[in-house]
């Protein structure tokens, strides 16, 4: 049966509990369970981490704890009994363990790691204190470490800071808010300090002036071992400390004694060979002190010579010294926290007569003096440095230092001398001798014999210590130098002689000479002798001895010792008449004496006459005044040690002669008294205190003393000196003492007589006293001192005088010495700081701790801090005063009431306290504005102070204060003046950083007293509500309501469920509590409602977002109030909307994106949006329509503003902080229409883009506000960092910063524009200064064009999808514009490091609507490439390759993206049939560049590409490209390195072999194919001119080959030469033969069938669109080039590759898996990654010299046809585009150079300027191509000179031999197809060329250049050419163009008079470009070569038949001689024929 328990309430588990039994509850190891019923072995009850789950449990599982039951019942509470440490550990544990983990994942590795350690720490740490088996000591130990590591971690998690209170939490509600700050600021430090400096910090200081006791440090010495290699007799050991500095031994010494093994001789020292020296103090430390180690050894003479002296005899004999600086070892033993060890050489000395100071000789490093015996001989000693109290350390360190420890102490006292020390040594020295030789021929070998014998000449035994650590002995022998008759032994040795022995006793010291070849022992030959205590009954004198020396001999006998006794024994000794018979006896030897040193350290023996005088004072009663006068001349050590008896002798004085002797002894006794103040002999005050209250009998003393003291009171106004005085004030609590207990003992002695007469000289005493205090005199600087010393002293007398009156009494006498202060405060008087610290002491008294004798005290103390206060002085002492003050108030409340108090505290101080606290807070806000000007009293901790004593008084006040308070104001004036400072106080709270962060305790307190003051004070605000109202008060206190309920500390949202639970059940929802308030004070404004509005519309907004539903409730009617008060007055509410809008925008923009905030922001919506409340309110309302949709544009707002929050942290990326800023943008422009927002947001674009270096998209931001302004002189007020300015100079220095930005993003075409617009400006207003800079500017900006180098960038398409994406990007596609250098793989990695969380979709597909709907982030990413609208600028040929590469990339809104497939069946020996490509076309809703880097696709655009029109685009652009590189070569752009052009002949003719352009022959020139698509002749047609065409130029790129091919490289050009004769007959006798119908018209070039307007086309050809992967024949996929490159060469036939971008996400991962499963699947290999690397080695060899890299730029200029590559490198692109084809073409309109964005500044920028109607200009195919200075950095090509292999993947009119196989890229089909060619997004030719390139001056060719051309130049002949006229800009230089040369016109027929009459008119559809190389003439029609030209077979065609037999009109011919002219014809067909003419032998 369950029953309920009474005692098991509480327990912890044992073992973890899991059952499937039902009822049961799962339990984990360590959990506490709270117990309800049991039953049989089980319990049943709840965990405390699931209190909502009950169940049943095993008891055997659960180990029960000791509880206390609090409110028995339903509501009990069930604490358990334990420590309140091990409390606080186990839920720190269990809270630190979830952010533990929580550390690990977010890679805070160290921290983690730390933690873990500190949490294992603080378990065993917990073990230890459960064990309940520590002593007290240890457990405070062990608890001050647990308390440091909490903190420690608490700290470093960011938890909460711990008040504490010995070591325990503090509850917070029974201790002042002074208190808790305090303990705050001691919690906080100690968690920054180890536990040694906490613990000095945490020592109070004792009484008046008392200071800290000294720290003793003790060292602890161990010998571990003594090694030596060839003593072998009995050694001793003596260790000592020795000040170096002052030449002396500071402590006894320790003595170790060794056998011949060097072990100890006494078993028991087997390792306890160990001292401690004790007693060192601070000053001790900084000595320079050593650890002196001395050796002696006890055996032969000599070590070395066995025949020095019998076997028997044993001598002690030096041997040696070893030495150890502490100041080496101090630090390190100072560190640790155990044993050190340390090795000492031992060094012997070499003279033994410098034996005394080897030891000096050894620290002075003076090697000659002493020898090392061997390498390891020495001591191994440990040391360990030990601080603290000695009995303490005893105790905490039983097992160290017990047993065998020698306790060696210092000579001399120690700087603090306990009370119950009692010691008596004396150190004896034997210093050294002079003693005759005595007849021998040698020197002595002298030993000293000491004894301690007693009057009667009895031995005193065991009273001489050789050292510690070894036992007392009776007689001591000194040590024998060798052969020395003058030695110096400085051996020390303690006498420890029992006091009562010592008077009478005496010292003999025996002398023996030591003869090493007697047989004999050794001879006695003279003593010397002293006496111990004088006969004066002093001690011997601490100082040098010099004794006689007495002759005897062996047979001498002591036994009477007064036989010698009588003698003289030293100079000094006056020996009155000594027998005849002892003179006889002993007889001085007058040549001999003996020096001796004694050092007396003894508390009961003295040495000073003086003292002996005073305590023998009725010896000579007349030499009393004297002996007193002579008392200050006695030290102080000898006064402490006889206290006691110099007392009663005072006092026995004093009662002998009151009259004569009182002021002596008051003057004694106050000399005495002072002395304990001394920190030396402060622990002598309870000496003090024992005597007075137990030996002192005085009874008669105290009217001499208060008579003394009234007198010096007295004598204080007038005297001069005053020091006496001082000492005095100083005395006075002891004096007190003794005055009170006199009046003890009389009124004991006489049952209370006088006690009148007593009560009247303390009150005239204390008269005295007050006219002391009162005087003012600020320049008497004695009376100063006097004063401060009574200051100081005056506090100390209350507990004695409260034994003898009442505490009213005494209070009343405190009250009238305090009242008697003087009122005036003197600026930097120090002795207003001693005011109040007699003051402060006060109220820290017993005295004030009484309820009664408080009242009388109170208002005093309270007018001087008021006094303070006012006057703004002294502010850390007034705020320590009230701390203490509040402290004993608080105390005080618990028991009884302190209603009085407060109330007297309320009237004097809440005012002056709410003044000084406003006063602190702006000055510390105003100097911490300047760094280095912040005044002490302006620091935080003053602030932290002054508002916890503020809170304290607040915290006692009741409603009846409150009501008292308001009843004192007089007038409404006053009474506002209060209100707006206590809430302008309170305010500065909620807005300064007070307390710290982690103060959450302190910070929660401190909202519940503003609470409950507002709550408290709301009642009188309704005093400014009415008639009344005042604007002022109630906006500070609703700013104070708003700032209250948004303070951090109080959102319990963002807190864990413990924390929250744990403040909700102590203090509630403080938020809820003040939003009642809040809306209570609303509501009574009535008709001053519309007062508020719209200015608190923003304060209530931040209400609003507060995460808490009876918040949000309670302040959405406001709202609706605000709304509807501003419809009704405005018809409106606009401003309600305006300043809404404005607020949301700032509580983003003000920072308050952190996580505490987050929810707060994301509920907004819900309160606009779906929240029912608002919007059933505006339902109802007139103005409905308006109010849904300001309600539905808020919350479209509030979506933006999510994402801009989110996106502003620190750790987003750049990109989507541009993202949103733009999409707000966008959103203030065109929804709202708010101007000042949307350029705020401007600027905020802008600096965002200057921040990633976009300076192009930062100019067109810019460029928005720009268009917003006007060319007007209309004044415009400062905005943002833009000062007052007129209209028109800010839109002139806007215009000014826009050209700097795109001049930084080197897009000067952008910028020439404007540059122009200020120009026109300048003109307008005849500023002709500014109009020459500008139009420099402008010119600069021409110059830049066509100097500097610039990198065409590569775009990407990237779709968003998934609703896991800011709302911004959620399901959309944008185009983007990447960085320099950026392919795609860089690209895709970059956007997977922005969003760590997507997941890479691997095809080009549109997703579906499960993917867009789904809860994540997928991204889809493929590279496009951009298609001009305009494609004119880029059609004409003379304009600069440079210019046209601007133009391509720029300003461009359609971007195209292919995929290959095949429609149809598929062709497996020609893939090229079926061969189709799906082209996508993306539209832009703004171009690029623009404000962003990327923009959304608007539309979408699909075209299907047949594969003839796409084999038209191949051959189109390779014959560009071998065109431009041809024309280059004849310009000698390139500089005579052949190597590129030899790659490109060679991958375009040796790809026949096996194909080339065959597989279109094949494909599209078959008969079935023609028949069956005759729709498309005149495309078959067009690709046949092609092909011819590409012949031709292949023929003049081998002529130019083979004038500039080295030598070593002519094996490669007859192998090209053969295998264009290959090519040429493939050409001629192939499918591709022209038709009799061609013939019959004659080749003509056609407009192309496939033009823009049958489908866009670009120069990028993505129909081999397999991104950076080549498919080899047999499959193989290769990632890289290298990869490709290293493949065997196959010339069975050739293979397809596309080195273009893959359109879609590429995926770095599973590449051999798809490689495996999608060997044929077109659409899966598009979408492997881009694996190629950047090539690391240069092109060519001499690329140092800058004018050899030009044809960087030639080969690769966008005037050239293949396509650029986004997902290539530069480097990639140069080696694909020479021998690769591009499997598109096309041609591209001109766009408009500025975008929308740019207004009314339309493009283009840069119209080429027009020529003349029907004229050309003829000049060189590059006249345009500069080879300008400004390159890019050079980026690393790889090296083709060596590589075996071909550097490029083959196509159809690439070699065969890079391939194995003959797969194609395109179809996975064996046969060999075209390959795409990739052209460099670099459009700028390199620098090199300056002087030596063609100049703008000179494109013209003259016939000298004519002659001086290195390259071949075909003309016409010229007898009826038509000249054109040079256009303007070349007009001026006096160059014409060549005479005869003709350009034709359209539309009509080119007529050439000389030739063979058979040619026909050519006619001209449409016109080409000037440097179009024309299609070639009919075979037939084939002139011969000039004859400077060789037979070269590669120019021979088999002879055919002519095509036409009707005659011509002209022959062209080549011209020769200064004829011959540059090849400018007017037509592509013309410039075909005549390159090929030009280079055709006859044969």
């Known amino acids: 049966m369950w029953t309920l328990t009474e005692d098991e309430r509480v327990g912890v588990v044992l073992f973890s509990f899991r059952s499937s039994l039902p009822h049961t509850l799962t339990l984990e190891l360590g959990e506490t369970v709270f117990i309800l019923e049991k039953c049989e072995g089980w319990f049943r009850g709840f965990s405390s981490r699931r209190s909502n789950i009950k169940g049943v449990f095993p008891s055997s599982y659960i180990h029960l704890k000791k509880c206390t039951v609090t409110n028995k019942g339903s509501k009990e509470t069930v604490v358990p009994v334990e420590d309140v440490v091990v409390a606080e550990v186990t839920s720190t ?142 050694t001793d050991i003596f260790v000592s400390l020795y000040d170096f500095r002052e030449g002396k031994t500071i402590s006894e010494r320790f003595m170790v004694r060794l056998n011949k093994n060097g072990g100890p001789k006494n078993p028991e020292k087997v390792e306890r060979m160990c001292a401690l020296f004790t007693d060192l103090s601070n000053k001790d430390m900084k000595r320079d002190l050593y650890i002196i180690s001395q050796v002696i050894r006890t055996g032969r003479m000599l070590l070395n010579d066995s025949k020095k002296g019998p076997p028997h005899i044993r001598y ?26 340390f090795v000492l050489k031992v060094y012997i000395c070499n003279n033994e007569n410098e034996w005394h100071q080897i030891h000096e000789n050894i620290i002075r490093k003076s090697s000659t003096k002493y020898s090392a015996p061997g390498n390891n001989y020495g001591l191994i000693i440990s040391l360990q440095l030990l601080r603290g109290d000695l009995e303490n350390l005893r105790r905490e360190n039983k097992a160290m230092l017990s047993g065998g420890l020698a306790m060696t102490r210092k000579l001399g006292f120690p700087d603090v001398i306990m009370p119950g020390d009692v010691r008596n040594d004396l150190y004896l020295t034997l210093e050294r001798g002079d003693f005759e030789r005595g007849g021998k021929s040698v020197q002595k070998n002298i030993e000293v014999g000491v004894f301690v014998l007693s009057v009667d000449g009895e031995l005193v035994k065991d009273c001489i210590s050789l050292g510690c650590g070894e036992p007392n002995v009776a007689e001591h022998r000194s040590f024998v130098l060798y052969h020395n008759n003058s030695p110096r032994w400085s051996e020390a040795i303690k006498l420890p002689i029992p006091i009562d022995r010592f008077r009478g006793s005496h010292l003999r010291f025996e002398f023996r000479h030591c003869s090493t070849k007697d047989k004999g022992d050794k001879k006695l030959f003279g003593f010397s002798f002293t006496p111990l205590m004088r006969d004066d009954g002093t001690t011997l004198s601490d100082q040098s001895h010099e004794l006689f020396v007495y002759k005897c001999d062996e047979n001498t006998t002591f036994n009477n010792p007064a036989h010698y006794l009588a003698l003289a024994c030293c100079k000094d000794h006056i020996n009155v008449g000594p027998g005849v018979a002892t003179s006889l006896l002993f007889q001085r030897s007058t040549r001999e004496t003996f020096w001796i040193s004694t050092q007396l350290s003894s508390t009961k023996l003295t040495q000073n006459v003086d003292l002996l005088a005073l305590l023998k004072w009725k010896a000579h009663p007349d030499r009393v005044t004297d002996i007193l006068g002579r008392l200050r001349h006695i030290s102080g050590e000898e006064i402490v040690k006889f206290l006691q008896d110099i007392l009663d002798t005072l006092f026995s004085i004093l009662d002998d002669n009151t009259d004569k002797y009182g002021p002596l002894v008051f003057q004694s006794l106050v000399f005495i008294i002072n002395l304990l103040r001394d920190s030396k002999y402060f622990h002598f005050r309870p000496v003090m205190d024992t005597y007075i209250h137990k030996h002192f009998a005085g009874a008669l003393a105290y009217k001499e003393l208060i008579r003394c003291l009234k007198w010096s009171m007295e004598r204080s106004t007038e005297a001069v000196r005053q020091d006496h005085i001082q000492e005095v004030m100083r005395a006075l609590e002891y004096l007190f003492k003794f005055v009170i207990q006199s009046r003890i003992l009389y009124s004991r002695a006489t049952c209370g007589m006088e006690e009148e007469q007593f009560r009247s000289s303390i009150q005239e005493l204390f008269h005295s006293i007050r006219l002391v205090i009162s005087l003012d005199r600020p320049t008497c600087e004695t009376l100063i001192f006097t004063q401060a010393a009574l200051f100081n002293s005056f506090p100390t007398i209350f507990d004695e005088l409260l034994h003898m009156f009442s505490v009213q009494e005494v209070a009343e006498f405190v009250r009238g010495t305090l009242a008697s202060l003087p009122s005036t405060l003197h600026i930097g008087h120090s002795m207003d700081v001693v005011k109040l610290q007699s003051i402060a002491r006060t109220v820290d008294s017993r005295l004030f701790s009484f309820p009664e004798s408080r009242r009388i005290l109170l208002p005093v103390v309270l007018h001087h801090i008021h006094l303070h206060l006012r006057h703004q002085k002294e502010l850390l002492m007034c705020c320590g005063i009230l701390t203490s003050l509040f402290s004993v108030i608080k105390t005080t409340s618990l028991d009884t009431s302190v209603q009085e108090e407060v109330e007297m505290m309320v009237e004097s101080l809440l005012d002056v306290l709410l003044q000084t606290l406003l006063s602190v807070m702006n000055k510390s806000q105003s100097q911490e504005a300047v760094r280095g000007q912040r005044c002490p009293q302006c620091t935080a901790e003053i602030t932290g102070e002054f508002v916890s004593c503020l809170l304290s008084l607040l915290r006692h006040m009741t409603n009846v204060h409150f009501e008292h308070l308001m009843d004192n104001y007089q007038s409404k004036e006053e009474l506002k003046e209060f209100m707006m400072k206590i809430w302008c106080v309170f305010r500065h709270l909620m807005r300064l950083s007070i307390f710290p962060r982690d103060w959450n305790v302190m910070r929660l307190l401190t909202s519940h007293i503003i609470l409950t003051t507002v709550q408290r004070l709301s009642p009188f605000q309704h005093n400014f509500a009415e008639a009344d109202f005042d604007f002022k008060v109630w906006s500070s206190y609703f700013s104070l309501a708003v700032l209250y309920i948004n303070q951090p500390s109080l959102q319990l949202e963002n807190m864990s469920p413990s924390k929250r639970q744990k403040i909700l059940d102590k203090y509630g929802d403080m938020r809820v509590m003040m939003t009642y308030e809040l809306f209570s004070m609303w509501q009574n404004l009535g008709d001053n409602k519309i007062h508020f509005i719209p200015g608190m519309i923003g304060p209530f907004l931040g209400v609003t977002l507060v995460p808490q539903v009876e918040v949000r409730n309670t302040m959405i009617p406001i709202f609706h109030d605000m709304m509807d008060w501003e419809q009704c007055k405005n018809g409106n509410f606009k401003q309600v909307e305006a300043e809404l809008i404005d607020k949301l925008d700032s509580l983003v923009s003000e920072g308050k994106g952190d996580e505490n905030y987050r929810e707060l922001f994301s509920l907004l919506t819900q309160l606009f949006g779906p929240y029912p409340s608002l919007l059933e309110k505006i339902e109802h309302e007139t103005w409905r329509e308006t109010g849904i949709s300001f309600v539905t544009s808020v919350t479209r707002l509030m979506e933006r503003l999510l994402d801009y929050r989110d996106c502003m942290k620190g750790d987003e990326t750049e990109n989507k902080k541009i993202g949103c800023t733009v999409n707000i943008l966008n959103f203030y422009k065109s929804e709202i229409n708010k101007e000042e927002m949307y350029i705020r947001y401007i600027h905020k674009l802008c600096d965002l883009h200057l921040q990633a270096d976009n300076y192009t998209e930062a100019a067109f931001t810019l460029l928005l506000y720009w268009e917003l302004l006007h060319w007007d002189e209309r004044p415009i007020k400062d905005f943002l960092h833009y000062p007052a300015q007129s209209e028109w100079h800010r839109k002139e220095a806007l215009g000014r910063k826009v050209i700097h930005h795109f001049n930084k993003g080197k897009c000067w075409e952008f910028g020439i524009p404007l540059c122009r617009e200020l120009a026109f400006q300048y003109e307008s207003l005849y500023d002709y200064q500014s109009l020459s800079w500008i139009r420099k500017l402008e010119a600069a900006y021409f110059d ?315 120069r990028h050809s993505e129909m081999a669109n397999v991104g950076n992967l080549f498919i080899l024949a047999d499959g193989v996929l290769a990632e890289h080039r290298e990869d490709f490159y290293g493949i065997q060469a196959s010339h069975s036939s050739s293979s397809i590759s596309s080195t273009h971008s893959a359109p879609s996400q590429l995926i770095n991962s599973a590449l051999s898996t798809i490689k495996e499963q999608s060997r044929n699947n077109r659409d899966i290999l598009m979408l492997f990654p881009p694996q190629r690397e950047r090539p690391s080695s240069v092109l060519y060899q001499n690329f140092s010299e800058s004018g050899q890299r030009a044809f960087l730029h030639q080969v690769i200029s966008p005037g050239c046809k293949p396509c650029s590559d986004p997902n290539l490198s530069f480097t990639d692109k140069v080696l694909t585009a020479p021998s690769s ?257 030009h280079g055709i032998s006859r044969d």
């Open 1781 to 2037: 084809w591009s499997l598109d073409s096309g041609t591209r309109e001109a766009v408009p150079v500025l975008s929308a964005h740019i207004g009314n500044i339309m493009a283009p920028p840069v119209p080429p300027r027009n020529v003349p109607h029907g004229q050309r200009l003829s000049m060189h195919f590059d006249a345009y191509h500069h080879q300008l200075s400004d390159l890019p950095p050079a980026l690393p090509a790889r090296s083709l000179r060596k590589c075996p292999q071909q550097p490029s993947p083959a196509s159809p009119t690439s070699p065969p031999s890079l391939l194995c196989g003959s797969n194609s890229t395109l179809s996975g089909s064996s046969s060999s197809g075209v390959f795409t060619l990739s052209e460099s997004n670099l459009s700028d030719p390199p620098s090199g060329r300056t002087d030596e390139s063609v100049p703008n001056s000179q494109a013209w060719t003259t016939e000298q250049e004519e002659l001086d051309s290195p390259y071949w130049l075909i003309g016409y002949d010229v007898s009826e050419c038509e000249v054109p006229e040079p256009c303007r800009s070349h007009a001026s230089s006096g160059v014409t163009a060549p005479q005869g040369f003709r350009t034709p016109r359209t539309g009509t027929r080119t007529q050439i008079k000389e030739g063979p009459p058979h040619y026909q008119d050519v006619q001209h559809a449409h016109h080409f470009p000037p440097h179009y190389i024309p299609t070639y003439l009919p075979l037939d029609s084939l002139v011969e070569p000039p004859s400077a030209l060789s037979h070269k077979p590669y120019l021979s065609f088999p002879q055919e038949k002519p095509m036409s037999s009707q005659p011509t009109q002209g022959v062209l011919r080549p011209a020769s001689g200064s004829s011959c002219l540059p090849l400018f014809v007017a037509t592509k067909e013309d410039q075909s024929k005549v390159a090929w003419g």
């Open 93 to 234: 544990l269990q809270e630190w363990a979830s952010l533990w983990k929580q550390l690990y994942v977010r890679h805070k590795v160290d921290l983690f790691f730390k933690l873990g350690h500190v949490m294992s720490e603080l378990i065993d740490l917990r073990r230890q204190l459960l064990s309940d088996q520590l002593t007290h000591e240890q457990n405070r130990e062990i608890k001050r470490h647990v308390t440091a590591r909490l903190d420690w971690g608490n700290e470093h998690l960011g938890l909460d800071l711990v008040p504490r209170k010995e070591f325990a939490m503090v509850d917070e509600d029974q201790i002042s808010v002074s208190d808790l700050y305090k303990m705050h600021l001691s919690s906080r430090h100690n968690a920054h300090h180890n536990s040694s400096q906490a613990d000095q910090n945490g020592r109070q200081k004792q009484g008046g002036d008392a200071c800290k006791a000294p720290v003793a440090h003790h060292l602890l010495v161990k010998l571990k071992s003594f090694t030596s290699n060839n003593i072998g007799e009995d």
């Open 316 to 341: 002690r004999r030096p041997y040696g010294c070893a030495v150890l600086a502490m100041s080496d070892v101090l630090q390190t033993i100072s560190e640790l926290r155990e044993e050190k060890d």
């Open 1344 to 1658: 830049n064009i066509m100097e500097h180098q610039r990198l065409e960038p590569e775009f990407f398409r990237v779709g968003f999808y998934g609703r896991k994406f800011p709302f911004f990007l959620r399901n959309k596609e944008f185009v983007c514009r990447g960085h320099d250098y950026e392919r795609l793989e860089a690209f895709q990695q970059r956007m997977l490091g922005e969003f760590p969380q997507a997941i890479a979709m691997q095809h080009p597909n549109q997703p579906e609507e499960a993917i867009l709907q789904c809860d994540a982030q997928y991204l889809q990413i493929y590279a496009v490439t951009p298609v001009p609208e305009n494609v004119g600028v880029l059609q004409l040929d003379r304009v600069p390759d440079r210019i046209k590469s601007f133009y391509r990339v720029n300003n461009v809104r359609r971007f195209r993206h292919d995929r290959p497939f095949h429609k149809g069946p598929k062709d497996r020996d020609n893939e090229f049939k079926s061969l189709w490509i799906e082209r996508t076309t993306l539209i832009l809703a703004h171009p690029l560049p623009g404000i962003s880097r990327w923009f959304e696709v608007e539309k979408r655009e699909l075209v299907e590409v047949s594969p003839l029109e796409n084999a038209i685009c191949v051959v189109e652009n390779k014959n560009q490209e071998l065109r431009t590189l041809v024309s280059q070569y004849q310009q000698k752009q390139l500089h005579n390195n052949v190597n590129l052009l030899s790659m490109t002949l060679n991958g375009v003719i040796d790809a026949a072999v096996n194909g080339g352009i065959a597989r279109y022959q094949e494909a599209f020139f078959d008969k079935d194919y023609i028949s069956s698509h005759s729709e498309d002749s005149d495309k078959i047609t067009q690709l046949k001119n092609l092909m011819q065409e590409q012949v031709h130029i292949l023929g003049s790129g081998l002529a130019v080959h083979e004038r500039m091919v080295h030598p070593e490289m002519r094996p490669l050009h007859k192998k090209l030469i053969d295998q264009f004769q290959v090519l040429r007959n493939s050409l001629c006798n192939g499918p591709c033969a022209f038709d009799k119908a061609n013939a019959t018209k004659g080749i003509v070039a056609t407009q192309s069938l496939v033009s823009p307007e049958s489908f866009k086309v670009h």
